[in-house]
T-cell receptor, first 114, second 111 residues
Framework: GAVVSQHPSWVICKSGTSVKIECRSL??????MFWYRQFPKQSLMLMAT?????????EQGVEKDKFLINHASLTLSTLTVTSAHPEDSSFYIC??????????FGSGTRLTVV | KQEVTQIPAALSVPEGENLVLNCSFT??????LQWFRQDPGKGLTSLLL?????REQTSGRLNASLDKSSGRSTLYIAASQPGDSATYLC??????????FGEGTQLTVNP
């Protein structure tokens, strides 16, 4: 079956530093990649969508200069949280796939900024 | 913009009860609707996917129904067990393979 590897599963970083989260599709190619975040006790909210060969499309209220998304290849997507602050502490999860074959979620990354 | 509401927000029941979790959505132009389970601090486990042309889908003790025109879906859990304790999320899919999540129902099944 379709497998997505997301790393790290959890990370603690100091305020002001940057953190990179990776999602890899291990046995399929993903033309579309979604990134979600989930604050405690809240639902998952879509942050951005990236399609192969084009820049990511960000949802309203998500700062594109703060959350850098790179659809590096058909099997790799990265989310970099730049100059992280405590309010960026959240659960981040990717969803990779194609419209024809469906999508698979990563296992998520718990980010804590101290 | 799709909005998804799940009722109840939380539910605590004794083991063995049959449960009903409700989901409503505002944009009925959906391709499918998925139900997920999320354990504390964990990712998502897909439970059931109902295509827009289907009325229901079953997997073991789980049964999900979909009334697309009225913007409603229901997840039935039969003979609940303590291992069913988790947050259950409903997510209709619209154009662009876009999923919109509800805030979930937090279920606790007591032994």
């Amino acid at each position: 079956g379709a497998v997505v590897s997301q790393h790290p599963s959890w990370v603690i970083c100091k305020s002001g530093t940057s953190v990179k989260i990776e999602c890899r599709s291990l046995d399929f190619q993903a033309t579309t990649m979604f990134w979600y975040r989930q604050f405690p006790k809240q639902s998952l909210m879509l942050m951005a969508t990236s399609n192969e060969g084009s820049k990511a499309t960000y949802e309203q209220g998500v700062e594109k200069d703060k959350f850098l998304i790179n659809h590096a290849s058909l099997t790799l997507s990265t989310l970099t949280v730049t100059s992280a602050h405590p309010e960026d502490s959240s659960f981040y999860i990717c969803r990779l796939g194609t419209g024809e074959s469906g999508y698979t979620f990563g296992s998520g990354t718990r980010l804590t900024v101290v | 913009k799709q909005e998804v509401t799940q009722i109840p927000a939380a539910l605590s029941v004794p083991e063995g009860e049959n449960l009903v979790l409700n989901c409503s959505f505002t944009d009925s132009a959906i391709y499918n609707l998925q139900w997920f389970r999320q354990d504390p601090g964990k990712g998502l486990t897909s439970l059931l996917l109902i295509q827009s042309s289907q009325r229901e889908q079953t997997s073991g003790r789980l049964n999900a129904s979909l009334d697309k025109s009225s913007g409603r879906s229901t997840l039935y859990i039969a003979a609940s067990q303590p291992g069913d304790s988790a947050t259950y999320l409903c997510a209709p899919e619209t154009s662009g393979s876009r999923l919109t999540f509800g805030e979930g129902t937090q279920l606790t099944v007591n032994p």
